[in-house]
């Protein structure tokens, strides 16, 4: 028996997306929420990948996300609007954000647009990698429950905010810097956890903000660089929330119960070469960028100099071609949830 089980990608985006629709999710979200887990999978970010799907019915069921949301954008300038996610789930908020960026960006040579009360936004990759699709540069924050430590501070007091940046190319896959925060992800210190390995020095703490190695106490990830990612995670809480209105980490700290009700607010910048002196000439300086990059003398120990994303993309071709591994606690989930909903199972390479 293998360890992990083989889909092909697009068994498994339709597989993914009959789930959420029986769910509660119309068609189109459906399969909107269910590209981006399957990008996510294809490219290797398991954290974010397929076995999301248990965890969004869940919030659907509970009523955390909306499954039928009423998405309405308003705007006070052409090159900026905003957003009102009516608690949709993240993929479908961003999704309908990032193509509204695009739109707005061919027209104003950049354009940014904030979205406001959404529910876990995902792999936020994927949006700027569509707006990279468009041959415009794509950025994205997103800020949400404080759940990372600040410097300085006891507990839990930012959020553990990713950036994202996408650089279309011509010659090679686009530049994509997809990252937190934090110096771990709280899935790894799971992982820590179930397997009694020791965490790395600076990167986790206790409830209290005691720095700790061991997995048994970790609760909080720490910030990246200390006090830069701190810093970091409360500007994306000034960019995303405060700047539509919908500050989560004062409420979060003020003692109302409601401030703790989940949600996650998000910013995404398109930013059209076009205006700032031709795309071709662009993404051409874009090609020779990377190359030169990828020409400088390796490291002692290192085979090949890489650029942010370039190996995800190699690992989205491979999985593309040979399907997506599955580990068996995520296939038995999915199993249990296809046989609750009454969905088939996709077929196994």
């Known amino acids: 028996m293998p360890d992990k089980t083989l889909v092909a990608p697009a068994d498994l985006r ?36 397929i076995a999301r799907v248990p965890a969004y019915l869940d919030l659907l069921a509970q009523g955390v996300a909306n ?31 990032a193509r509204e960026a695009v739109t707005r960006a ?12 959404t529910v876990h936004t995902g792999a936020i990759g994927y949006y700027v990698s569509k707006i990279a699709e468009a041959g415009l540069v794509g950025i994205g924050f997103v800020a949400g429950m404080p759940n990372m430590g600040y410097t300085g501070a006891k507990g839990p007091a930012v959020a553990t905010s990713p950036l994202a940046i996408a650089v279309p190319a011509r010659e090679h896959a686009p530049l994509l810097l997809d990252m937190a925060t934090a110096t771990i992800a709280l899935g790894r210190i799971r992982q820590a956890k179930a397997s009694g390995t020791a965490l790395p020095e600076g990167a986790a703490a206790t409830a209290d903000g005691t720095p700790t190695t061991d997995p048994e106490q970790a609760v909080l990830p720490l910030p990246l660089g200390g ?8 500007a994306f809480e000034m960019l995303t929330g405060v700047l539509v209105g ?15 009700k989940h949600r996650q607010n998000a910013l995404l910048i398109a930013v059209d070469p076009a205006a700032f002196g031709g795309a071709d000439v662009f ?45 068996p606690k995520v296939w038995a989930q999915l199993a249990d949830a296809a046989q609750e909903k009454g969905v088939a199972l996709p077929p196994v390479r």
């Open 283 to 327: 993404v051409a300086d874009v090609d020779t960028t990377l190359e030169t990059l990828k020409g400088l003398p390796a490291a002692d120990g290192t085979r090949e100099v890489h650029y942010p994303g370039e190996r995800s993309a190699a690992t989205a071709d491979e999985r593309g071609a040979h399907g997506i591994p599955i580990a």
């Open 14 to 49: 339709t597989f993914a997306a009959a789930l959420l629709e029986k769910g509660g999710l119309g068609a189109e979200h459906a399969a909107t929420t269910a590209d981006v887990f399957v990008w996510a999978a294809q490219r290797g970010v398991e954290s974010h990948g």
């Open 67 to 97: 499954a039928t949301p009423e998405l309405r954008f308003s705007s006070g300038a052409p090159g900026a609007a905003v957003l009102d996610a009516d608690r949709a789930p993240g993929p479908v908020a961003l999704t309908a954000a």
């Open 227 to 234: 006090a830069k990612g701190a810093g970091m995670s409360l």
């Open 246 to 260: 919908a500050p989560i980490l004062a409420a979060f700290h003020s003692g109302d119960p409601a401030g703790r």
């Open 106 to 117: 061919r027209a104003n040579g950049i354009a940014s647009v904030g979205v406001r009360e």
